[in-house]
């Protein structure tokens, strides 16, 4: 059964960094794209980042210049780097793999930024 396991959130003052990790365990098929959304109290899940099975990767608006998403396919596993935060950066953020043509969830994190 496959699993996504996030790590990395927290609570970091504006202008800082935190770096997400989201690693799939439980399958032997090939994984897909990897991305990354959020979710602000209030608001609907947005993306954040994405990035293919060949490694092109996009990027929201309000994020890109600031975060990195990245990805280790021999562990199995998406990264998200982000600098530069914001307050308007706190969410909870979740991982989202697609193997075997079905798409997973983490569990999500939650990152806070103070002003």
């Known amino acids: 059964q496959v699993q996504l396991v996030e790590s990395g959130g927290g609570l970091v003052q504006a202008g800082g960094s935190l770096r997400l990790s989201c690693a799939a365990s439980g399958t032997t098929l090939s994984v897909g794209a990897m991305n990354w959304y959020r979710q602000a109290p209030g608001n609907q899940l947005t993306t954040v980042a994405h990035?293919?099975?060949?490694?092109?990767?996009t990027y929201s608006d309000s994020v890109k210049g600031r975060f990195t998403i990245s990805r280790d396919n021999a562990k199995n596993t998406v990264y998200l780097q982000m600098n530069s935060l914001k307050p308007e950066d706190t969410a909870v953020y979740y991982c989202?793999?697609?193997?075997?043509?079905?798409?997973?969830w983490g569990q999500g994190t939650q990152v806070t930024v103070s002003s």
């Open positions: 990035s293919s099975s060949t490694g092109t990767t």
């Open positions: 989202n793999v697609w193997i075997g043509g079905r798409s997973y």
